[in-house]
């Protein structure tokens, strides 16, 4: 069983819905919670990022942490063409040297 | 600002053939990393380096190698490629961080086709 469990889709929306995507994880020790966007093509930029439980937002996105659930999610509201993207979550521990763990990713389509 | 750059960007090679993926960054970070992704399987690191002269392999380091000789550079390389090794390469820095947070910044992936 993979540490980081996130749902490939695609997920196809139109233009103004509210996106949900998510991840579930199985280590307790994780502490950092990112959320990574990918361009087709391009490498993956940070997005957001929260420490251990609670909400967390900019702009239009919402990053939330559920530690006793072991569940992370990402909204976005007024969802719009241009955030058509491969979404991944990533999440870290103090004591892995940094070392991210992954989720697959979720591409994500809005559609006009 | 350039950030971290990967060379090449695209290649094809034959079974059995070797090659060397290059990375820099420009932002005087500790650590880098080396990443191939592949459809349904996210990032998996293959190999990385906290530090100048100094490497460790990651999740699926096998048919690789790494070298960091010098602080802005990571070099991959593949010794005898096969076409397992087919993928989506990306190369990663980042900052020694506080209390066990730190932003990874990505170069734009090498794309290696092996026949």
């Known amino acids: 069983q993979k540490e980081v469990e996130q749902d490939p889709g695609p997920l196809s929306v139109p233009e103004g819905a509210i996106v949900s995507l998510n991840c579930t994880y199985s280590n307790s020790a994780f502490q950092y919670f990112m959320w990574y966007r990918q361009y087709s093509r391009k490498g993956p930029e940070l997005l957001m990022y929260?420490?251990s439980s609670g909400n967390k937002e900019d702009g239009r996105f919402t990053a939330q942490v559920d530690k006793s659930s072991k569940y992370i999610s990402l909204f976005i509201r007024d969802s719009q063409p241009s955030d058509s993207a491969t979404y991944l979550c990533a999440m870290s521990r103090m004591d892995s040297n940094y070392q991210l763990i992954w989720g697959a990713g979720t591409k994500l389509i809005i559609k006009p | 600002n350039a950030g971290v750059t990967q060379t090449p960007k695209f290649r094809v090679l034959k079974t059995g053939q070797s090659m060397t993926l290059l990375c820099a960054q420009d932002?005087?970070?500790?650590?880098m990393y080396w990443y191939r992704q592949d459809p349904g399987m996210g990032l998996r690191l293959i190999h990385y380096s906290v530090g100048e002269g100094t490497t460790a392999k990651g999740e699926v380091p096998d048919g690789y190698n790494v070298s960091r000789l010098k602080k802005q550079n990571f070099l991959l390389g593949l010794e005898s490629a096969a076409p397992s090794q087919t993928s989506v390469y990306f190369c990663?820095?980042?900052?020694?961080?506080?209390?066990?947070?730190?932003?990874?910044?990505f170069g734009q992936g090498t794309r290696l086709t092996v026949v």
């Open positions: 990663a820095s980042s900052y020694r961080g506080t209390a066990g947070f730190t932003e990874a910044f």
């Open positions: 932002m005087n970070h500790e650590y």
């Open positions: 929260t420490y």
